[in-house]
T-cell receptor, first 110, second 111 residues
Framework: LAKTTQPISMDSYEGQEVNITCSHN???????ITWYQQFPSQGPRFIIQ???TKVTNEVASLFIPADRKSSTLSLPRVSLSDTAVYYC???????????FGTGTRLQVFP | EPEVTQTPSHQVTQMGQEVILRCVPI?????FYWYRQILGQKVEFLVS????????KSEIFDDQFSVERPDGSNFTLKIRSTKLEDSAMYFC?????????FGPGTRLTVT
């Protein structure tokens, strides 16, 4: 399973775009990149998943360069409710076990 | 939007007691999981369950733990004799294809 490295914490202000980068140097050919969000005392929530280039949904965008050794989660115009921990996970699409790191704690200020 | 539900939301028990945590996964999902998160720590995999049997388990999931899908809708985690270090949030998850859906969790406090 590919190990991931992401910043421990980030601060932002409401209305700003936030980009969280995750490093996964030993990503395997079959691995996908998935981001989860977790609020305090709640279960992780799927945000976005991708394999290469760019993926966008109603919540976020995921940018993956050609070498796939890193990825960037982009949250457009964050609000206070985006304050949470964001996890980058790398693994097989149908993996039977998710390996969570420590994630990035995003604090959004008014 | 379908949701994974868990009961109770909070369980307090004394050391040595048995607890059963309950989950109702998404109805058409086939893969079921338990994870736990000790306060301030990472989310940790406990066990995966498919076709009425355990498909994978972690080192944490020792003989004190068991899982069951007793009636085709509920999915339970039993801890036979709780220890203080079992205090944590326990999350159930289910998967249909590639996307996991997690429940809201049960906070287990062992005193």
């Amino acid at each position: 399973l590919a190990k991931t490295t992401q910043p421990i914490s980030m601060d932002s202000y409401e209305g700003q775009e936030v980009n969280i980068t995750c490093s996964h140097n030993n990503i395997a050919t079959n691995d996908y990149i998935t981001w989860y969000q977790q609020f305090p005392s709640q279960g992780p929530r799927f945000i976005i998943q991708g394999y290469k280039t760019k993926v966008t949904n109603e919540v976020a965008s995921l940018f993956i360069p050609a070498d796939r050794k890193s990825s960037t989660l982009s949250l457009p115009r964050v609000s206070l409710s985006d304050t949470a921990v964001y996890y980058c996970l790398v693994g097989d699409l149908y993996t039977d076990k998710l390996i969570f790191g420590t994630g990035t704690r995003l604090q959004v200020f008014p | 939007e379908p949701e994974v539900t868990q009961t109770p939301s909070h369980q307090v028990t004394q050391m040595g007691q048995e607890v059963i945590l309950r989950c109702v996964p998404i109805s058409n999902h086939l893969y079921f999981y338990w994870y736990r998160q000790i306060l301030g720590q990472k989310v940790e995999f406990l066990v995966s369950f498919y076709n009425n049997e355990i498909s994978e388990k972690s080192e944490i999931f020792d003989d004190q733990f068991s899982v069951e899908r007793p009636d085709g809708s509920n999915f339970t985690l039993k801890i036979r004799s709780t220890k203080l270090e079992d205090s944590a949030m326990y999350f159930c998850a289910s998967r249909g294809n590639s996307q996991y859906l997690f429940g809201p969790g049960t906070r287990l406090t062992v005193t």
